[in-house]
């Protein structure tokens, strides 16, 4: 049984940072991942973790200021420098099939969803 939860979202300005956790259980050996989705728009990966090996994997749009990171039963995404665009619904997600986390349709395990609202 694979479940997760979210939470440490918020509104901040450009340019500051938030850090989202995410609570999980039946994750091990997993890809855990974070997904977005902006108002009107398809939910898209953002970061991924490869638990057994700690390999992460990031969208473009994000490297260089987003980090995913996991300790225990917590993956976190650490989000500096924030961009109006980083607006959106975060979204923890796990997948059993792990060969490539960074695949981002192998995903079938959802939170609830976390808002960041990025003002600038």
């Known amino acids: 049984q694979v479940q997760l939860e979210e939470s440490g979202g918020g509104p901040v300005q450009a340019g500051g940072s938030l850090r989202l956790s995410c609570v999980h259980s039946?994750?091990?050996?997993?890809?855990v991942a974070w997904f977005r989705q902006a108002p009107g728009k398809k939910r898209e990966g953002v970061a991924a973790?490869?638990?057994?090996?700690?390999s992460t994997y990031y969208d473009d749009s994000v490297k260089g200021r987003f980090t995913i990171s996991q300790d225990n039963a917590k993956t976190y995404l650490q989000m500096d420098s924030l961009k109006e665009e980083d607006t959106g619904t975060y979204y923890c997600?796990?997948?059993?099939?792990?060969?490539?986390?960074?695949?981002?349709?192998?995903?079938?395990?959802w939170g609830q969803g976390t808002q960041v609202t990025v003002s600038s």
């Open positions: 973790f490869y638990s057994t090996s700690g």
């Open positions: 997600a796990a997948a059993t099939i792990n060969w490539s986390c960074s695949s981002w349709n192998i995903y079938r395990y």
């Open positions: 039946g994750t091990s050996g997993n890809c």
